[in-house]
């Protein structure tokens, strides 16, 4: 379903399978189970790569802490619950920020969930709070629901999240209380957002990506948070 590397280390791939789990390559090259079930989104932590995430079906998040070679489960609430969260269910992690201030690295273990009744926030795969929109849940007919975040190097964060249909921006996820905007839809009632991204190095910039046959409605492309 998903596939996860790093920048900095080539022999970090971690990759989740229908019915098998995830699978974490070695330094051999060689492919070993981390975890089973059926494997879904997963990630490995942008500033520290012995800690990695990743989930099974319906939100069943876990969190490793020797870089995806075993897993224990967060305490996400309702995890695996599929009244809770979609079969695939995306995460993301917030990108960290240099204070310049300490001189120390902060927000280096947030992670976001997309669940039916809004998004969670956690810190180190604990601490968990629903930050909204509630009630997003699942368009009718779209196969997955995506999310996609992007910070500046200040900590200032974009987040987005879409149902497959209605699209939402929130320009502040790390408030106690973030504001959530509804933003207009790219396509019409009877189409699916099937995948959204945004650019690392520009928060404002995102993209939309529409499932279906009908010409000319595929990639739509926002320069100013949607």
Same mark, same amino acid.
């Given at each position: 379903?998903?596939?996860?590397?790093?920048?900095?280390?080539?022999?970090?791939?971690?990759?989740?399978?229908?019915?098998?789990?995830?699978?974490?390559?070695?330094?051999?090259?060689?492919?070993?189970?981390?975890?089973?079930?059926?494997?879904?989104?997963?990630?490995?932590?942008?500033?520290?790569?012995?800690?990695?995430?990743?989930?099974?079906? *319906? !939100?069943?998040? $876990?969190?490793? =802490?020797?870089? @995806?070679?075993? +897993?224990?489960?967060? /305490?996400? #609430?309702? %995890?695996?619950?599929?009244?809770?969260?979609?079969?695939?269910?995306?995460?993301?992690?917030?990108?960290?920020?240099?204070?310049?201030?300490?001189?120390?690295?902060?927000?280096?273990?947030?992670?976001?969930?997309?669940?039916?009744?809004?998004?969670?926030?956690?810190?180190?795969?604990?601490?968990?709070?629903?930050?909204?929109?509630?009630?997003?849940?699942?368009?009718?007919?779209?196969?997955?629901?995506?999310?996609?975040?992007?910070?500046?190097? *200040? !900590?200032?964060? $974009?987040?987005? =999240?879409?149902? @497959?249909?209605? +699209?939402?921006?929130? /320009?502040? #996820?790390? %408030?106690?209380?973030?504001?959530?905007?509804?933003?207009?839809?790219?396509?019409?009632?009877?189409?699916?957002?099937?995948?959204?991204?945004?650019?690392?190095?520009?928060?404002?910039?995102?993209?939309?990506?529409?499932?279906?046959?009908?010409?000319?409605?595929?990639?739509?492309?926002?320069?100013?948070?949607?």
């Amino acid at each position: 379903y998903r596939i996860s590397t790093t920048k900095n280390v080539e022999d970090n791939l971690l990759g989740g399978t229908q019915d098998n789990g995830h699978f974490r390559r070695n330094s051999n090259g060689d492919f070993q189970q981390a975890m089973g079930s059926d494997g879904m989104d997963n990630y490995f932590n942008s500033s520290d790569n012995m800690i990695a995430y990743a989930c099974t079906q *319906n !939100g069943g998040l $876990n969190r490793s =802490v020797n870089s @995806g070679f075993s +897993f224990q489960p967060t /305490l996400l #609430p309702n %995890a695996g619950n599929s009244t809770s969260y979609p079969w695939i269910t995306p995460i993301v992690q917030q990108p960290p920020n240099f204070n310049t201030g300490s001189g120390q690295w902060e927000n280096t273990d947030v992670t976001y969930v997309y669940s039916l009744n809004g998004v969670w926030r956690g810190f180190f795969g604990a601490d968990w709070g629903n930050i909204g929109p509630l009630g997003i849940g699942q368009a009718g007919g779209a196969y997955d629901c995506s999310l996609a975040v992007s910070s500046l190097e *200040n !900590g200032n964060t $974009n987040l987005y =999240v879409t149902n @497959g249909n209605a +699209f939402w921006a929130c /320009l502040d #996820p790390l %408030a106690s209380i973030p504001t959530w905007l509804p933003r207009p839809s790219p396509v019409g009632p009877n189409d699916i957002i099937s995948a959204i991204a945004v650019n690392p190095a520009n928060r404002d910039e995102v993209w939309a990506v529409v499932g279906g046959y009908t010409a000319s409605t595929k990639v739509f492309r926002s320069t100013n948070a949607g």
